[in-house]
Structure formats: C-alpha cells, structure tokens
C-alpha cells in the first residue's frame, strides 16, 4: 500500500520569505492582483494537498493546486463585493486569528528582540555542548528519605548496594544521559557539568519530587566550532532559555498588578449552554475519545443564547468590554476537546479556558496600545488568511440553492431503476476526526509506518457513513455522496485525503470496488437519504464550477501554467504547525480547498489560459 506522502513539521516563526523560492514570476492574475511562484510554492508545500485526479503525479498536482489557488483568488473577490467580511460568520472565526497574529507580534517586540545573547553565554554553551554525561538519577516524594540517602551516599563507595538496603530500595533509580538542553532549569544543568564521575549532587526539588543525580561518567565529545549549522544549534537552546525567563518577566511586570474580574452570571449563562450541547451531541456520535465542538454546535449555542446574551460583558479590559460573543469565539478558533461529559468537570474546564482568555485578551489589549497592529507584515500575513476564510463563507452560501427536493429525488431514482445501468461500487475505510490537529497525530503515524486498517481499528466508528469497523461496506459509489465521488477515482488500496468536510477531516481508502449491470433498488442499506446527498453534491459541485468560470470572466484571470510546472519543489507535502508567541498555534498556512475535485478544469483553461 502507498502510504501519504506528508511530512509534519512544527515552526516558531514565519518562513514565508525564508525557506521559498525567492523569483517573482508570475503564476496567475485576477483582476489587478499577481500570484507569484513564491506564494505558490509557499501554500503548496507547507500544506497538504492531493486531488484524486493528480493523485501521485507532480505535474498534475501543480496544476491543480494552480486552479485550486486561483479559484480561491476568484471567490474571495466576490465575497467582498458581497459585503461577506461584515458578516458574523465571518468575523466570528477571524477575529481570534487577528488577535493571535497581534500577540505573537507583540512576543517579537516585547521578548525576541529584547534578548541578546552575549559572549559569555554562547562561549559557556559550546564548553557544555562538548559533553555527555551518564547518570543515574534517584527520586523520590520523600524529603526525609532523600535527605538520609544523601548523607550515606558520602560515606560508602557502593551505592549500587546502598540502593537495595531499607530504607533505600524504594528509591527509584534510572540512568539517563544528559546533554546540552536536555535540564530545563539552566542552574542545575550547570550544577551538573561541574562535576565529575563518581560525584553527585544534593537532593534538588523538582517536578516528580526530590532527585539526587549521581554522574557514572563524562565523555568528551568535541564539537566543530567552523560547522555553523551545529553551532547555531547550540546558540539556539540558550536563546529559547532567555526567551522564557524575558517571557515570565514581561508576564509578571505586566498582568502582575492587574486584576480583573470573570462576571459570574455571565460565565454561567455560557457555560451552561456549552455543557447542554456537549452533552446532547457527544451521547449522538458515541466518542469516547473526547468531544470538540463543530462548527454547527456553535451556531446552536449562539442561537440558544440570543443576541441579548451573547453581548453580556463577561470581563473588561481596562475601558474594552469583552464578551461571550468574544469568549465563543476564541473557543471555536482554540478547538479544544472536553474528555468528559461530567457537568463539574466541563465546567473546571472552561472556567481553566476562560482565565487563560483574560490573560489573552490583556495581551491583545497591550499589542494594540503598543501600535503593533499597524505593522504592514501583520496585515499582509492576514490577508492571505482572509482570503481564504473568506473563500469557503463564499462558497457555503450556495448550499441551499443545491438542496433536493422530493420530485427531483423521485425522478432520479425513477430513470436510475431502469434495468441495464452500470454502477460503480466500492468499499471504502473511513476516518473522520474533528479537527486538524487530530488528523496530523494519524498522518504522523501513517508516515511513520502504521498501517491504515491499524489505525482504523483503534478509532472504530467515526462517521455516519461506517460501521463500527470503520468501513462503509460495498455499495454504489454516488450514495456515499462527496466521499463516494471521489472514492470512484481511486485505485484500491490508495488512500485520500484529509479532506474538509462539515464534521471535521476524513481519511478514506478504498478496499474493494466493482462495476456491477444492475438496477438500483432502495433498501435498508441504500436509503432515499444517501442518493439525496449524492444529488446535493452533484447540483453543489456543478453550481461551483459555473461559479467558478463566471468569476474567471469577470475578473479576466490568466493562468500561467507553465511557469507553475517549471518551478522547483521538493516533491513533499509538509504539514507545518507554527508556533506563536505568548502561547497558542496555527497552520503555517491557510490549508487549501481541492477547488480542483469541483471545477471542470477543461472548460477553466479555455476561459483562463492566454
């Protein structure tokens, strides 16, 4: 089987300009904006992309991250003459987006551009770094018995037996080797180093309780100051160090005097509706391995909540009023997954959330006073985010023009009951999880050589479509609907995706498929249901390519194909987290829709291609 090709990376800073391609040819235009090969090999490779047309094949996948990237261009400039980005949608999952991007620039002002390493500090990090040592570390939560241990540890020359003795047995013992970072606090990583084999330290209090570390040797290990990628390396660990003890100071000088407080009622109110969807959709779908709220949920709770509540200021920040509006949707960007269904337990949790939250909003508070937010690059990395969330509103707008009433579902399936009609049939492995950070850890696992049908296993039921193995069965490609459409264009045992879909990210691979003469017939395991939803994403899919051409028109787009496919790439899709200051994480970039799996390519080209 062929496993996906992603590789997972986690980045603590913007590579947009770093690790591209730096050329400026063209690989688009819309209107009177450029699409350069930077930008498009920047979303290409630090996102996952495959399309069941391109499958494996780099050209083809070019091309159809090309239209895809196009099309995204196309309906984000619709969106704004539609006047979208004023919508409460859209201002509900982007403002939390705005706020990080504005607390990860203050981090860069306030922390990473305040340390600077000094000579000292970087002369001190080689002479560790050309050292590793081995050692066992002795723990226990007694302060009495470690305090003991110590004072016979100077007076023997076998601790090895002193170890197996009374009191001393229940200490535990366990070798480790210690290197350059591998301490997280810098003052006993340098109480370390400064012995020597056969010395140990005194009991030192930390987090699993009271250690003694007992050095059985110190081996030299000599380090090429002229290699600079190790030395940076190096550089790196102590300035990650400095960058924690700035960041703990600048918290401290500025949430230290501050005190603001959670209105009660107001968090109650919320909390309450959270727990009752909670509750009410986690005994649904059976998960035992934790709930996130969906998108849907959200939209349940606000209109539970109503306008009047959802403007309930639930604390304030010096003169600004933040509300439950606000806090939903900072839990909505956040994603965070609930183990239990216990209201106590739901309600620690959020009660957890929502302190973290005044912290946040502080922070976001202080980025604003501090004029960060006027920082071109700040607008411009949120633009390219804009542009995509904008996109997908957009296209969730013609949803309900797609909708299948009763009398075309009757007269589908009354021409499809004809006798004679080839149907293409297939069994596929389902896998949909509810958030990308879920499907990263399962990518991760595949590429680490898991196999699929393992992974599965573990998972069991996650999507209506699939049994409690995982698999929907042998049944005709169309009544799996957008699943099925793109099963049909899949080789057996070949897996797809992930693929965004309304409850989360799926994963799917075809396991068995045939072509079957029959006529179709509805029964308990091929309900009116599923060819509704077939039909639904048919009509979807032909009204978004009609969409699509339209648009290109009207915004005279150009393709320039070729340049896309002459531009160099590593061939490797990459999955890139990165890390933002002060706490939080994103996609390194917006993840981008297979605008291609819906658009007829053929009739885009003869509109777009010069």
């Not at 930077?38 to 069941?52: G, K």
């Not at 200490?171 to 210690?178: D, G, L, R």
């Not at 009752?276 to 709770?301: C, H, M, P, Q, T």
């Not at 106590?344 to 946040?360: C, G, S």
Request: glycine fraction near 4%; aromatic fraction near 10%; hydrophobic fraction near 40%.
């Amino acid at each position: 089987m062929k496993n996906i090709l992603i590789t997972i990376l986690t980045l603590s800073g913007f590579i947009f300009s770093g690790n591209c391609q730096t050329v400026e040819n063209v690989v688009a235009e819309v209107a009177n904006q450029k699409i350069t090969a930077r930008e498009f090999l920047f979303r290409l490779e630090l996102s996952p992309f495959i399309t069941h047309k391109s499958a494996w094949n780099q050209d083809s996948l070019k091309s159809d991250f090309l239209y895809s990237l196009v099309a995204e261009r196309l309906w984000y400039l619709d969106a704004l003459e539609k006047g979208l980005t004023e919508s409460e949608e859209f201002r509900f999952y982007f403002k939390p987006l705005e706020d990080i991007f504005l607390r990860d620039a203050l981090f860069k002002k306030e922390v990473e551009e305040k340390v600077k390493l000094s000579a000292e500090d970087v002369s001190n990090a080689l002479n560790k770094a050309q050292y590793k040592m081995i050692a066992k570390i002795l723990t226990t939560s007694d302060s009495g018995l470690i305090n003991e241990l110590y004072y016979k540890l100077q007076t023997t020359d076998n601790y090895d037996s002193l170890l197996t003795t009374f009191p001393f047995a229940s200490v535990s013992a366990n070798q480790f080797e210690i290197t350059l970072g591998s301490i997280k606090d810098e003052e006993v990583e340098n109480y370390l180093f400064a012995l020597s084999p056969n010395e140990f330290t005194k009991p030192i209090k930390s987090e699993v309780g009271w250690v003694i570390f007992f050095i059985k040797d110190k081996l030299f290990t000599p380090i090429d100051i002229s290699d600079e990628a190790k030395v940076n390396k190096i550089k790196n660990i102590v300035r990650t160090r400095r960058i924690m003890l700035r960041t703990n100071e600048y918290l401290q000088n500025l949430l230290g005097n501050i005190t603001i407080n959670i209105d009660e009622t107001s968090f109650r109110i919320v909390a309450e509706k959270i727990y009752e969807r909670i509750n009410s959709s986690a005994r649904l779908k059976k998960d035992s391995s934790g709930f996130i709220l969906d998108d849907n949920d959200y939209r349940v709770i606000k209109s539970q909540l109503g306008v009047e509540n959802l403007t309930r200021v639930m604390f304030k920040v010096f003169d600004q009023e933040v509300t439950l509006w606000d806090f939903l949707s900072n839990l909505a960007f956040e994603e965070h997954r609930f183990q239990s269904i216990e209201k106590n337990i739901i309600f620690q949790k959020l009660n957890r959330i929502a302190k973290d939250f005044v912290q946040q909003q502080v922070l976001t508070y202080q980025a604003k006073k501090s004029g960060v937010d006027r920082q071109k690059n700040i607008y411009d990395e949120l633009e390219i985010w804009k542009q995509n969330y904008l996109a997908q509103l957009n296209k969730l707008t013609f949803l309900d023009s797609a909708r299948v009433d009763n009398n075309e579902l009757n007269q589908f399936l009354e021409e499809s009951s004809k006798a004679g009609n080839a149907l293409d049939y297939v069994n596929l492995k389902l896998l949909t999880l509810s958030s990308i950070q879920e499907m990263e850890n399962v990518l991760k696992q595949l590429t680490g050589g898991n196999s699929f049908e393992e992974i599965i296993k573990k998972f069991g039921k996650t999507d209506m479509l699939v049994d409690e193995n995982g698999e929907t069965g042998l049944q005709p490609a169309f009544a799996l609907g957008d699943i099925g459409t793109i099963a049909s264009q899949l080789k057996v045992n070949q897996i797809y995706g992930p693929i965004k879909r309304n409850d989360g990210y799926s994963l799917i691979m075809i396991t068995e498929r045939k072509t079957v003469a029959d006529s179709i017939k509805i029964d308990n395991q091929i309900t009116k249901e599923k060819f509704r939803n077939y039909l639904f994403q048919k009509k979807l899919n032909e009204t978004i390519s009609r969409k699509t051409i339209q648009l290109a028109q009207k915004y005279n787009a150009r393709v320039y194909e070729k340049v896309a496919l002459q531009t160099k790439s590593t061939g490797i899709q990459m999955f890139v987290h990165r890390l933002m200051g002060f706490g939080g994480r994103i996609a390194g970039t917006p993840l981008l829709d297979n605008w291609a799996d819906w658009i007829d390519i053929k009739k885009l080209k003869e509109v777009m291609l010069p």
